[in-house]
């Protein structure tokens, strides 16, 4: 008898749980263990001189949590969120205690899928990414992006310190 755990192709282990996130003209991949909660849109509190990409902010368990548009962000396409938007409020990774969280207004609810080696390629064209964006994949065939959460939140501090001078 195989153990399956200490026989790496048979084992799942390498999958991992993701999420799609249907953006305006574009579809984000991104691990399930970014995702703190999705909510239905409702109107951010505007930011005044904010960039077109920074909607607001929204109220989320007692904090202020930026609200960016990735494809107006990434120059992919404008925003226009309204019914049937999502809320996609996701973890900082920057270690920041003052900001650990970001939204992101998504077109639907977000679908969970998992994400094997062999259901994951790189697209081989990967010139001119729009901004915030690591790669081009495919997911099972389907086209995504991998965001570089690390890029939009260094923009995201970038734009709320020229609000705070």
Same mark, same amino acid.
Request: hydrophobic fraction near 50%; glycine fraction near 10%; proline fraction near 9%.
């Given at each position: ?16 749980? #993701? ?19 999705? +909510? ?23 904090? =202020?949590?930026?609200?960016? @548009?990735?494809? /107006?962000?990434? @120059?992919?396409? %404008?925003?226009?969120?309204?019914? %049937?938007? =999502?809320?996609?409020? $996701? =973890?900082?990774? @920057? #270690? ?11 077109? #639907?609810?977000?679908?969970? *899928?998992? *994400?094997?080696?062999? %259901? +994951? %390629? ?5 010139? @001119?990414?729009?901004? #915030?964006?690591? /790669?081009?994949? $495919? ?5 995504? $992006? ?20």
């Amino acid at each position: 008898m195989s153990d399956s755990r200490s026989n790496p192709v048979a084992a799942p282990a390498n999958d991992i749980r #993701g999420v799609l996130i249907q953006v305006a003209r574009a579809r984000l991949l991104l691990p399930n263990a970014t995702i703190a909660e999705v +909510l239905s849109y409702a109107p951010p509190e505007p930011l005044a001189e904010a960039p077109d990409w920074l909607l607001g902010r929204i109220r989320w368990h007692g904090w =202020k949590v930026p609200l960016v @548009g990735f494809s /107006a962000l990434a @120059g992919i396409a %404008g925003e226009q969120p309204g019914l %049937g938007s =999502k809320v996609v409020v $996701l =973890k900082a990774l @920057g #270690g920041n205690p003052r900001a650990p969280y970001f939204a992101i207004v998504a077109q #639907g609810f977000p679908r969970l *899928v998992t *994400v094997s080696r062999a %259901g +994951l %390629g790189v697209e081989a064209d990967q010139e @001119g990414l729009p901004d #915030g964006v690591q /790669a081009r994949v $495919l997911h099972n065939d389907e086209p995504a $992006l991998l965001p570089d959460l690390a890029f939009v939140e260094a923009r995201i501090v970038e734009a709320l310190s020229r609000q705070a001078a």
